[in-house]
């Protein structure tokens, strides 16, 4: 134990003191402000053409009472040409696009053709296919006998606000996106922890197995000790630095919540009331204390306790495996044959991540992959904010711990031969048999 | 005498190759002990089984009389032949690290450290990082990093290679003094000078196995083939003699020296006499052989056999 304990500090305080480490500490929070803030941007940005095109547009059997005039930036001029008249007209350009309604029955339609130079985009045509059934929709009321007026005034407008129920009967507000985003968030982070560190543990053995370092420490240190102390100290080294950003984070929001949190609320409250948008039925100071609400309902206890132990879990079941890819190898381009193994359940995990939170967190899908422990650690992080059965939670880190254990045994046998072995690039096959082989 | 290493029966066996078959030595405590053999004859395997890194497959290591444990590594040091230390870690540290690897106690730790780098004029230097020195200074610190915890046993791997004359010299001389307070060393290498200029003790090894050891001089004496040497500041001529030189050599510093093949030692007297006939004799001697062609003898034979 000691040992373990002479290696952890040794390269805990040489990553600590190292220049990068400290930069990008400092400047990391900075870094994930501008990634998120820039992937916010893109995805608000309309990235669509503003250009504005020209299309003809003939309505075979007349099923649009109300007119069509323009979709996006789209213009449509109604033609009763020919449509070998029409397709010349946008063949030669003098049109951007052609659009016919071919359905003699109002009941279904379903043969719409579009005809363009650039085919739409999966979101346009999505769009123009919603326009094009209200606008029938509309037709279909009137032609009932209802005024173009009534229909207006019936058409609704719905959001719904989540609530959740205790055992106790309590009510909390509660926002599936704040919870996507926060499970998402946090297993971005277990995901490029496990990457960055583990390779940080596989490139420092190799380099003790190249320089032959590792052989006048393990005349003193046991392999296994040596691994273990090496995989605590840069777990420890990761906490550090994920500490330092959420107290650097926190800082940082007070700081700039002080010198421009007081402005914009100023500009908020010039702005006119009844813009639209999702917090437009109430008023200003409810939706932001909805909003608060939300994040002070997470269930932030358990999202502590579940981030670390599966954080830790995770990156020691991974790390072992990087430890012995590291060992097994002579030099870095040998451990490209062994890191696609070992990454591939990491990237299904997020993968499944990504999915399950945004349909169902509790679903089947969820639940099974938050069992392997390959997977585990990524899902449940996830699923966290959404809130899991304890018992649930209880038996997915067992299952990790006990799959880390036995992970941690093995790996520990490939690495202790590993280190000693130079020459040629094992095969799968030989680590296999090291596991097995006496000192 | 007492032993402070020794080996009965060790075998270790890699796939189909025995790189140790049936290893027996003792090495006497307070020895200069040299492990010779071409590359690949085991040295390394030996070293390692010593060194507790790896355990013998049959046969038993004893330390001080008591069966070979891993807390008896601690009072051993090990450098091997290739060289390495931690680029990103200051001298200090990486003394410091592996002080505390070996169980040194860090306050005890820097004091001994801080005495070493004084000893060697390094203290200007215990705050940079080794990547910032040059190869013969890093060499040196990796030397410290081997005897920084005081061990009873020493083991080097060609102790001198990559070193430069002075800095060779200085290992010497420090490898001397700590023989002369009380450590065994174990010396592994193919560079006779050196094994015998410090070397007490020798064995070599070929194939995995013990092809000869014992006490140095006791060696080359039972080696000796009696042949002997004849040296006059002239060169002479034995053609017409009853006894024939089988070789002769100028020395750099003019020495012409004759060296004879006798039947028994009733023929010294005989050669000696001869000897004194020719000129001014100035060298008489028995020429026992050199570690050198005892070891290119032994292994010769070896593959001969």
């Known amino acids: ?439 | 005498m007492s032993i402070i290493l020794e080996t009965r029966e060790v075998c270790k066996t890699y796939g189909s190759s025995k790189a140790a078959d049936h290893i027996s030595l003792q090495i006497p405590q307070g020895s200069i002990y040299g492990l010779l053999g071409p590359n690949g004859a085991g040295k390394t395997t030996l070293i390692r089984m010593l060194t507790t890194i790896t355990k013998p497959d049959t046969g038993l290591i004893l330390f001080k009389g008591e069966p070979l444990q891993e807390n008896h590594a601690s009072r051993m040091g090990y450098m091997p032949e290739e060289r390495g230390l931690y680029k990103k870690m200051s001298v200090l540290d990486q003394l410091l690290f592996f002080a505390e690897i070996k169980g040194v106690k860090p306050q005890q730790a820097k004091i001994t450290a801080k005495k070493w780098l004084a000893r060697l004029d390094m203290q200007t230097w215990e705050n940079k990082k080794i990547e910032e020195l040059s190869k013969g200074m890093a060499q040196k610190v990796q030397f410290l990093t081997t005897i920084i915890h005081n061990p009873e046993f020493i083991i080097l791997d060609e102790p001198f290679s990559g070193f430069d004359p002075v800095n060779a010299d200085l290992i010497k001389d420090l490898i001397l003094e700590l023989n002369k307070n009380g450590a065994t060393l174990l010396f592994s290498t193919h560079r006779m000078d050196n094994v015998e200029e410090l070397c007490d003790y020798l064995c070599i090894v070929d194939h995995g196995q013990v092809k000869l050891n014992g006490e140095a001089g006791g060696l080359r004496r039972k080696m000796f083939k009696n042949q002997y040497e004849v040296g006059y500041l002239k060169s002479v001529s034995f053609l017409e003699d009853y006894l024939q030189p089988i070789s002769s050599v100028q020395t750099a510093d003019g020495r012409n020296i004759y060296t004879f093949q006798l039947q028994n030692s009733s023929e010294v007297e005989i050669l000696l006499s001869l000897a004194t006939k020719k000129g001014d004799l100035i060298h008489f001697s028995e020429a026992l052989p050199t570690i050198h062609q005892i070891f290119v003898d032994t292994i010769k034979n070896n593959s001969n056999g």
């Not at chain 1, 053409?49 to 005039?69: E, Y």
């Open chain 1, 1 to 439: 134990m000691d040992k373990i304990w002479v290696i952890l500090k040794r390269e805990y305080i040489t990553r600590v003191k190292n220049k990068m480490f400290i930069i990008m500490t400092l400047l990391g929070p900075i870094l994930i402000a501008l990634f998120y803030g820039g992937i916010f941007l893109v995805a608000t940005q309309d990235a669509s053409d503003k250009k504005i095109r020209h299309a003809l547009f003939k309505d075979n059997n007349g099923f649009f009472a109300d007119k069509l005039d323009s979709f996006d930036n789209y213009k449509f001029k109604t033609t009763t040409l020919a449509k070998s008249e029409a397709l010349k007209k946008v063949s030669s350009g003098e049109y951007d696009s052609y659009l016919e309604i071919n359905d003699k029955e109002l009941q279904t339609i379903d043969s719409i053709d579009w005809v363009s130079k650039k085919t739409l985009s999966l979101l346009q045509s999505e769009k123009l296919g919603n326009l094009l059934a209200s606008k029938v929709y509309k037709t279909r009321l009137q032609n009932i006998g209802l005024s173009k007026g009534k229909i207006d005034s019936l058409k609704p407008a719905a959001s719904v606000h989540t609530i959740e129920i205790d055992e106790n009967g309590g009510l909390k507000n509660s926002s599936s996106m704040a919870k996507s985003g926060i499970g998402i968030f946090l297993a971005f982070v277990v995901y490029m922890f496990i990457f960055i560190y583990g390779s940080m543990i596989m490139r420092s053995t190799l380099e003790e197995k190249t320089n032959r370092i590792v052989e006048v420490v393990i005349s003193s240190v046991k392999p296994f000790q040596l691994m273990m102390g090496k995989i605590l100290g840069v777990a420890l080294v990761g906490l550090t630095q994920f500490a330092a950003w959420i107290v650097l984070s926190l800082g940082f929001i007070t700081v700039i919540s002080a010198v421009i949190g007081g402005k914009m609320i100023e500009t908020a409250q010039k702005l006119p009331t009844g813009m639209p948008g999702p917090g437009a039925a109430l008023s200003k100071n409810a939706a932001g204390g909805q909003m608060l609400e939300v994040f002070s309902n997470l269930p932030y206890g358990q999202i502590i306790v579940i981030f670390l132990i599966f954080f830790l879990g995770g990156f020691l079941l991974y790390s072992s495996m990087f430890a012995a890819i590291g060992s097994a190898a002579n030099q870095e381009t040998d451990t490209q044959q062994f890191m696609l193994p070992i990454s591939l359940p990491l990237v299904f995990g997020i993968v499944i991540a990504q999915t399950t939170v945004f349909q169902d967190p509790h679903g089947p899908m969820a639940k099974i992959f938050s069992l392997i422990p390959f997977t585990s650690p990524i899902l449940m992080v996830v699923r966290s904010p959404f809130g899991i059965p304890w018992s649930e939670v209880a038996l997915s880190a067992l299952i990790l711990i006990a799959t880390f254990v036995f992970f941690v045994w093995m790996t520990g046998r490939i690495y202790r031969i590993g280190i000693l072995m130079y020459g040629k690039k094992p095969t799968w096959r030989e680590l296999g048999k090291w596991i097995f082989r006496k000192n």
